[in-house]
């Protein structure tokens, strides 16, 4: 396995850790269609990792945060400051994932808030 794979491997295994409880990650099988996420940045127009609740799982449509796990949190950063000004509130920093909130519920973006602050303490971040 290349070495950014097995990072992005050990980040997703990371935030399974920290989620437990909460969110499962869902990685979407390639033959599923899903329409693009509307942003300027094209690596993140399209996502094949959703964080799901309980709740989302029961739903007969594909539903969650779209999620993109990266191999360094330089490179989650890197892709978030090259999105355009505008569309920033729509996305968090978690470790080295990037996580599409603009549709989460209030209650989802507590607990997604919560670990962007528990791994910025982790990398020891101000933002």
Do not use: H
């Amino acid at each position: 396995m290349e070495k950014n794979e097995l990072r992005k491997e050990e980040e997703i295994s990371r935030i399974e850790d920290y989620f437990k409880n909460d969110f499962e990650i869902y990685k979407i099988p390639s033959w599923i269609e899903r329409s693009p996420i509307n942003t300027k940045v094209f690596k993140l127009q399209k996502y094949i990792y959703l964080l799901q609740t309980e709740e989302d799982k029961k739903r007969t449509i594909l539903s969650g945060v779209p999620y993109w796990p990266f191999a360094s949190r330089k490179e989650a950063v890197r892709y978030y400051a090259k999105l355009p000004e505008e569309e920033r509130d729509w996305y968090m920093v978690i470790s080295q994932s990037l996580v599409y909130i603009a549709y989460a519920t209030e209650e989802e973006r507590i607990l997604l808030k919560e670990a962007a602050e528990y791994f910025n303490k982790q990398y020891g971040c101000l933002d």
